[in-house]
């Protein structure tokens, strides 16, 4: 007789609505406490067949955490929701880094991310800040279209280019073609988000 063995992948994206993403994270709050702490907002990501649920953690609770606690209340759970399916909807498509400029808008002003990025992200969230700071070779305080190219030619990227435009698109709040300090953190996440777990091996090539 042939023998079946419980697949270990991850499953092919499924387009849940917002009323079925809201169930998951419910689901998820083991302790009945109505507030998600990271590792169950973890869980639900990781339920929802995130890639990195860690990741997913860490932006969702960037998104909707609005007084800072480290958790998610249920009036700031409609934000999680709206992050979750923003995510959701943009897996089923091959560029899906897209999703946290076209996909949703909290208005929202991020905490230090000294104080947000992960354990388990920081060292590579650090690696990325100090290379694209390095390619600040005027130092002018600001990164133009060459040097953030330069910084994911460093990364080994095959195209650099496509990736400069689109961490363009992601970071460049003011539109004039530069990435400052302030808009820095969201060029870092973005090429974090392409690189993730990769990012020593990348520098050393």
């Known amino acids: 007789m042939p023998h079946y063995y419980p697949?270990?992948?991850?499953?092919?994206?499924?387009?849940?609505d917002a009323e079925q993403i809201r169930k998951f994270f419910l689901?998820?709050?083991t302790d009945g406490n109505k507030v998600?702490?990271?590792?169950?907002?973890?869980?639900a990501f990781d339920r929802l067949g995130a890639?990195?649920?860690?990741?997913?953690a860490w932006r969702a609770l960037q998104h909707a955490?609005?007084?800072?606690?480290?958790?998610?209340?249920?009036?700031?759970?409609?934000?999680?929701?709206g992050y979750a399916l923003a995510f959701r909807i943009s897996n089923l498509f091959p560029f899906y880094l897209l999703q946290e400029k076209w996909f949703y808008s909290s208005g929202k002003k991020l905490a230090s991310n000294e104080k947000k990025v992960p354990d388990s992200l920081k060292v590579d969230?650090?690696?990325?800040?100090?290379?694209?700071?390095r390619c600040d070779?005027?130092?002018?305080?600001?990164?133009?279209?060459?040097?953030?190219?330069?910084?994911?030619?460093?990364?080994?990227s095959r195209f650099p280019a496509y990736r400069t435009q689109r961490a363009f698109q992601m970071a460049d709040k003011k539109g004039d073609g530069y990435i400052n300090e302030a808009e820095l953190?969201?060029?870092?996440?973005?090429?974090?988000?392409?690189y993730q777990g990769d990012v020593k091996l990348r520098l050393l090539i």
């Not at 998600?36 to 869980?43: A, P």
């Open 7 to 16: 697949s270990t992948t991850k499953v092919a994206p499924i387009n849940y």
């Open 27 to 29: 689901d998820c709050d």
């Open 36 to 43: 998600l702490s990271r590792e169950e907002i973890k869980h």
């Open 51 to 56: 890639h990195f649920p860690t990741y997913r």
């Open 65 to 81: 955490d609005f007084n800072n606690d480290g958790c998610i209340s249920m009036e700031e759970l409609n934000d999680l929701v």
């Open 125 to 133: 969230y650090d690696e990325i800040m100090s290379l694209f700071k």
């Open 137 to 156: 070779v005027n130092n002018d305080g600001k990164l133009s279209w060459e040097e953030v190219k330069a910084g994911f030619r460093r990364l080994q």
């Open 185 to 194: 953190d969201k060029l870092v996440t973005y090429a974090l988000e392409c």
